[in-house]
């Protein structure tokens, strides 16, 4: 699923849609590099939209008496413009004792199509030193067994259609899914395995009729209807992960209608890609991938999703996505005036059927 990351190279690029991928990739690094006596002084993290080009480049070129070997993180690496990027390229002279990781987030990753989203020079300076890495989430007809896995690891066995539902409750997402299996493990105890019912139990599911019902309605500029269907998908009192649930849901359900929109204007009949050429299957993103959703028996679903396709322009659909990432940070407590979670998405929708 991910390559392997050299831990000898002075330069590193983590980059993918899977935040928790990057994060064992980077605690992997800093285990290799840094003994855990070393790390008060020699392990340093900057953001770089906080840092900026010049608090970046002071940091790599300071020395520490206190730390002779020094790992300099930089998450978020392509808020940099493009030209701050290419004068951070001339400065990446490798350095004695000095390792440099930067980090693309997981946002500006699924923009991105084959490349790293950096600038040229940066991506031509890393590749002559170090390198390149991305760190991709299991593909959707995989989920269900790494998430298996992911409860082996952590003591228990899990029943496989016990994985599969808890993989449809989270939409593919990766970073919910090992949040998940997390608190399952917890929840279960003392016994070594969970089950169906424990999933049930635990795991927030919202119901694909729900959803579709939801987007209907947003497709018909209906934002009352849509609010009150949104009543029925996230009772009073939900917390913090319904909310992030119902949003890595509805992202789910935007980019398959995208894909379906894409497909339909390229003459590819409705429920019918059991043949599409390798040219159209190759620009279809491997997370959330309309061809895997509505694989073997589920050709309504396709034939749902290229209704829906008909309600949006692509023009929409860009703002609709835009509006799920501001509304994804304001969850998390970012992008300025703090809200609480209902408002949050309320507003969201609102702006999804002006």
């Known amino acids: 699923m991910s390559p392997s990351v050299k831990t000898d190279v002075p330069l590193t690029l983590l980059w993918g849609d899977a935040e928790i991928l990057k994060e064992r990739a980077l605690a992997e690094l800093v285990g290799a590099v ?20 010049d608090g970046i480049v002071a940091e790599l070129q300071s020395g520490s008496l206190m730390a002779p070997q020094r ?12 030209a701050q990027q290419k004068k951070l390229a001339t400065r990446l002279t ?9 980090l693309v987030s997981k946002e500006a990753s699924e923009r ?12 031509r300076a890393i590749e002559a030193a170090g390198q390149i890495v991305q760190l991709r989430g299991p593909r959707e007809r995989q989920l269900a067994g790494w998430a298996v896995q992911e409860m082996e690891a952590l003591g228990k066995a899990m029943h496989f259609d016990a994985a599969a539902l808890l993989c449809e409750n989270v939409a593919g997402d990766l970073d919910r899914l090992v949040r998940e299996v997390e608190k399952l493990a ?13 999933v049930e139990a635990v795991s927030v599911r919202f119901s694909q009729a729900d959803i579709f019902t939801l987007m209907d309605a947003i497709g018909q500029k209906d934002a009352a209807t849509a ?3 949104l009543d029925g998908v996230l009772q009073e009192g939900a917390d913090m992960g319904e909310f992030l649930g119902f949003l890595g849901m509805l992202a789910r359900q935007l980019r398959l209608i995208w894909q379906a929109r894409y497909l339909r204007q390229c003459k590819v009949p409705a ?11 190759g620009r279809l993103p491997e997370r959330h991938n309309f061809v895997e959703a509505t694989s073997g028996n589920r050709g309504w679903l396709a034939e749902k999703f290229t209704r829906q396709a008909a309600l949006f322009t692509d023009a929409q659909l860009a703002r609709a996505l835009d509006g799920l990432c501001q509304a994804d940070l304001a969850l998390k407590g ?21």
């Open 186 to 198: 917890a929840y279960v105890g003392e016994r070594p395995e969970v089950t169906v019912a424990d």
């Open 71 to 82: 790992l300099v993180v930089v998450h978020h690496i392509s808020d940099l413009t493009n």
């Open 112 to 123: 991105a199509y084959g490349k790293a989203p950096i600038a040229a020079d940066l991506r």
């Open 271 to 281: 429920g019918d890609t059991r043949n599409l050429p390798d040219e159209l299957a």
């Open 334 to 354: 970012g992008g300025g005036k703090r809200l609480d979670e209902r408002t949050v998405v309320e507003l969201l929708i609102a702006q999804l059927c002006r």
């Open 94 to 102: 490798p350095q004695p004792g000095l390792t440099v990781v930067m």
């Open 227 to 229: 609010l009150r269907l």
């Open 34 to 53: 840094l003994d855990p006596s070393e790390r008060e002084y020699g392990l340093i993290r900057l953001d770089a939209d906080e840092a900026g080009l």
